[in-house]
């Protein structure tokens, strides 16, 4: 099988980096996040964009999506280097779906389905260790080593009123996408509430069966 190009949609919060770090492993491709791509870049100079904001920073820090002129560029980029892939993070609304079916062809499009509720938990108590990159949560899975504990930080787009800020936009500008690969008959759901060991299982079995 040549290398698969996978595509992991979900809510924030549904687990799309930790199946997507899962993915990158076994099937030997690469992971390409906006998020992170973004988070990296969160001070770079947009203005020249036309764009409402001169940084990302404003745009996230809201939890707003970053104009889709600047993710669409960097999702080009790091397809056109990209063999195999899971890309995760993108895209947030119709006009980034319709921009990446000029980009390339998908093997597996998958959507990681878990409820409202449980995400707005899931992100709230979402904590990382800023010097393993390691991410925990404060009741489900909390470091055992207290220097660790000491050490973790919240994302700045994890508070409360954030989260549901993102929730808000991913029901209003993504929540069509989901709709959009339904309708062409390509979307594979995966129950993304249990535990991730299991949703692994399922995630690893449907992309072995359609890639
Ligand atoms: P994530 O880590 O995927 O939850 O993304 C964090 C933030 O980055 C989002 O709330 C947006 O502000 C921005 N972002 C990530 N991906 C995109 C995208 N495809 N389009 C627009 N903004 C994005």
Known sequence: ??????????????????????ITEAFDVEHVTTGDALRANKDMDISEMDTEYDTPREYMDQGELVPDEVVNAIVDEALSQADGFVLDGYPRNLEQAEELEDMTDLDVVLYLDVGEEELVHR??????????????????NPPEDPDVEDRLEQRDDDTEETVKERLRVFRENTEPVIEYYEDEGVLERVNGEQA???????????IEDVA
């Open 1 to 22: 099988m040549a290398q698969p190009r996978i595509l992991i949609l979900g809510a924030p919060g549904a687990g799309k980096g930790t199946q997507s770090a899962k």
């Open 123 to 140: 992100l709230t108590g979402r904590r990382m260790d800023p010097e393993t990159g390691e991410i925990y949560h404060v009741e489900y």
């Open 196 to 206: 991730p060991d299991e949703v692994w299982e399922d995630v690893k079995a449907t």
